[in-house]
């Protein structure tokens, strides 16, 4: 087998899992804005300031945006 192919194919090898560590640092960050937004919740519950609810509401949008991101890359992977 040429030299190339075998590049090719360690590339593609490597590539794969860089794809799923990468996936895997999506989750977890997705998983920490989860546990930052139940935080400020409790917070807010328990009568915390109009500063809070304005990061709270960053927070979920950046976790709505993120989790669409990692359910895009998980399709992607799934059609490999």
């Known amino acids: 087998m040429p030299d190339s192919i075998k ?3 360690n590339w593609d090898r490597r590539a794969e899992e860089l794809g799923k560590n990468a996936t895997m640092a999506r989750f977890y960050r997705l998983l920490m ?3 930052f937004s139940r ?3 409790a917070e807010i519950e328990t009568g915390g300031d109009g500063l ?3 990061v709270l509401e960053e927070v979920e949008a950046e976790m709505e945006q ?3 991101d990692l359910e895009r890359v998980e399709l992607f ?3 490999r």
């Open 7 to 9: 590049a090719i194919e």
């Open 33 to 35: 804005l989860g546990m």
């Open 39 to 41: 935080m400020f919740k």
């Open 52 to 54: 809070l609810k304005k």
């Open 66 to 68: 993120r989790a669409e």
């Open 77 to 79: 992977c799934d059609t």
